[in-house]
């Protein structure tokens, strides 16, 4: 079956960059949908950018601007780059992926929506 597996996480100060890469194994699928999403303890996690299989993407209007997913289908790995960290972007950061589906307008923001997830990685951004 799939699995995804995060890294690139780390402490920056506001202002500052990160490279979030996700690596997908395991089954290869031509059809997915795989999704960025962050978490602060005591919150529900949210869902950030998602990427499927045709090169669609979607934003929260929060990130748009700041953050941009890609993915380089000869490396298996999604990437998360986040530029212009603000200190409320302080999070575990996971990967999430659907396969035999693209990214649904109505449900790539819930978490319900995907079956393969990630140990995910830490972001501090400090101020």
């Known amino acids: 079956q799939m699995q995804v597996a995060e890294s690139g996480g780390g402490s920056v100060q506001a202002g500052g960059s990160l490279r979030l890469s996700c690596v997908v194994s395991g089954d290869s699928y031509r059809i997915y949908c795989i999704s960025w999403f962050r978490q602060v303890p005591g919150k529900e996690r949210e869902g950030l950018a998602s990427?499927?299989?045709?090169?669609?993407?979607r934003y929260i209007d929060s990130v748009k601007g700041r953050f941009t997913i890609s993915q380089d289908n000869s490396k298996n790995t999604l990437y998360l780059e986040m530029n212009s960290l603000k200190p409320e972007d302080t999070a575990m950061y996971y990967c999430?992926?659907?396969?035999?589906?693209?990214?649904?307008?109505?449900?790539?923001?819930?978490?319900?929506?995907?079956?393969?997830w990630g140990q995910g990685t830490q972001v501090t951004v400090s101020s």
């Open positions: 999430a992926a659907r396969p035999n589906s693209y990214c649904m307008s109505r449900h790539w923001l819930a978490d319900w929506f995907y079956s393969r």
């Open positions: 990427i499927d299989s045709d090169g669609g993407t």
